[in-house]
């Protein structure tokens, strides 16, 4: 399983937290798009993103 994390935060990479956002499976994508306060998943490319809509 691959998954990209993006943060906005001038803190040194080791002490910031990273929220995962590109999913290998739907699946993955929809369990945690609560996390994003939004339901569904969309595809971006061959991975998947949390929400219905971009």
Not at 6 to 25: A, G, I, Q, Y
Not at 43 to 48: E, F, H, N, R, V
């Amino acid at each position: 399983m691959s998954i990209l994390s993006l943060s906005c935060s001038n803190k040194p990479v080791e002490k910031e937290m990273k929220m995962p956002m590109l999913f290998d499976t739907k699946e993955q994508a929809e369990k945690e798009a609560y996390k994003f306060d939004c339901e569904g998943a969309h595809q971006m490319g061959d991975k998947w993103m949390p929400c219905s809509m971009h």
